[in-house]
């Protein structure tokens, strides 16, 4: 699963998490349940506005057992942790701003940015036949590490196996050479467009 399938998982499971508070708030806030004539079971949350969220009985339950503080510092300190990882792991780029050019025999120090390699790319495959839109990332953190990952949506006639060998020697191996480096994996994902219905041609209508 990459980090953009992570993101969206932790954020869809957030919402539902802080739809269901506030849904909850928000139900025994207004007293919505006196007003639409329900009876909640024993032990539902904030039934009334009057009615904490969490009654004395709840809140003091086990707090003369010796294993519930630790549990519930310990759980509140790991989900601490883990979004300070999540939020940390969102700033960190998947790969550098720019790589190094090799410029032999000039002296000179060229960078590339990186977004520039993935627009060559990108156009690159755009070019190829049965190709409509390629979009391609670039991830690695050292230049000889780098891994290149493509989404491209070919044409309802397009030819998969053909695009691989196209791309493999089109625009991969060009950003190899520019790069000098002797591998550049690659991850494509392809998907075919839907075909779209023939039009039904119109007859001409007599008056």
């Known amino acids: 699963m990459n980090r953009s399938s992570v993101n969206r998982v932790v954020l869809a499971l957030a919402g ?13 806030g207004l007293d919505l349940y006196r007003h639409l004539g329900l009876d909640m079971p024993d032990g539902w949350p904030l039934t009334s506005p009057d009615q904490p969220l969490l009654s004395d009985s709840a809140r003091t339950r086990r707090t003369d057992e010796g294993w519930w503080w630790p549990v519930v510092i310990g759980g509140l300190s790991l989900i601490v942790v883990l979004g300070l990882w999540w939020l940390v792991a969102q700033l960190r780029r998947p790969a550098p701003s720019s790589l190094a050019l090799p410029a032999p025999g000039t002296g000179l120090r060229l960078r590339l940015r990186t977004k520039a390699l993935e627009e060559a790319l990108e156009s690159g495959t755009d070019g190829l036949p049965g190709v409509e839109r390629a979009r391609m ?7 000889e590490r780098l891994t290149v990952h493509g989404s491209v949506l070919l044409s309802p006639a397009g030819d998969p196996a053909a695009l691989v060998e196209d791309f493999d020697a ?8 520019s790069l000098a480096l002797t591998a550049l994996p690659a991850r494509l994902r ?13 007859h001409p209508r007599v008056i």
């Open 137 to 143: 990332r670039v991830a690695g953190r050292r230049t």
């Open 16 to 28: 539902l998490l802080l739809l269901a508070v506030g849904l909850l708030v928000l139900a025994g």
């Open 170 to 177: 089109g625009p991969l191996a060009q950003a190899r050479a």
């Open 190 to 202: 392809l998907r075919v467009a839907a075909r779209k219905p023939a039009a039904t041609p119109k």
